[in-house]
């Protein structure tokens, strides 16, 4: 069963919009949402994360938005860069050391 | 972001042959570690968690004699596919996980059996 859902699968953006990806969530115990970006070949690397004790987070063009009602939280990438195109995974977990529950991934594509 | 290496990035082998696969974390340690399989454009299929000194926890349809994992020191975890088959071509990553919660992955390793 999928714990953790993503959408869409893929995306393209022209160069200098907004990318939005979107989870859900079902398990009220999650309480630790990150963002992994991928390039092919590569391992998945961190890119933000999000506890629930806030509905928004930013690191530059990066920003999550997290509704704990809905269980949903998305990512949205600013003024999308070609070098943004990539694979993004959204997560969810807790602290108690169990893995990751993974969403199915989102193949982002920004054109120039 | 703490760094997570693994060894090799790329291997090569002959079916019948094993493989390990090593992961480190570089600068910090980890009770936690997690074993994945990712086939060509899916998700991280999750195969086992390793906890130093102790024996590591399988998913299911996972075959613990088939891939073996060893996590003998805080910054070290080990992956042995044994007797391998062209089947078990894929990328393998590893990951860490921090006393908070963040998990950071390795840079994968790309396994072909001929």
């Known amino acids: 069963q999928q714990q953790v859902k993503q959408s869409p699968q893929s995306l393209i953006v022209q160069k200098g919009g907004i990318s939005i990806i979107n989870c859900a969530y079902e398990n009220t115990a999650f309480d630790y949402f990150p963002w992994y970006q991928q390039f092919p070949g590569k391992g998945p690397a961190l890119l933000i994360a999000i506890r629930p004790d806030v509905s928004e987070k930013k690191e530059g063009r990066f920003t999550i938005s997290f509704n704990k009602s809905a269980k949903q939280f998305s990512l949205h990438i600013m003024d999308s860069q070609p070098g943004d195109s990539a694979t993004y995974f959204c997560a969810a977990g807790t602290n108690s050391g169990y893995a990751l529950n993974f969403g199915k991934g989102t193949s982002l594509l920004v054109t120039p | 972001g703490a760094v997570v290496s693994q060894h090799p990035s790329r291997v090569i082998c002959k079916s019948g042959t094993s493989v390990k696969i090593e992961c480190r974390s570089l600068d910090f340690q980890a009770t936690t570690m997690f074993w994945y399989r990712q086939f060509p454009k899916q998700s991280l299929m999750l195969m086992a968690t390793s906890n130093e000194g102790s024996k590591a926890t399988y998913e299911q349809g996972v075959e613990k004699d088939k891939f073996l994992i060893n996590h003998a020191s805080l910054t070290l975890s080990t992956l042995t596919v044994t007797s391998a088959h062209p089947e078990d071509s894929s990328f393998y990553i590893c990951?860490?996980?921090?006393?908070?919660?963040?998990?950071?992955f390795g840079p994968g390793t790309r396994l072909t059996v001929t």
């Open positions: 990951s860490a996980r921090l006393i908070r919660g963040e998990q950071y």
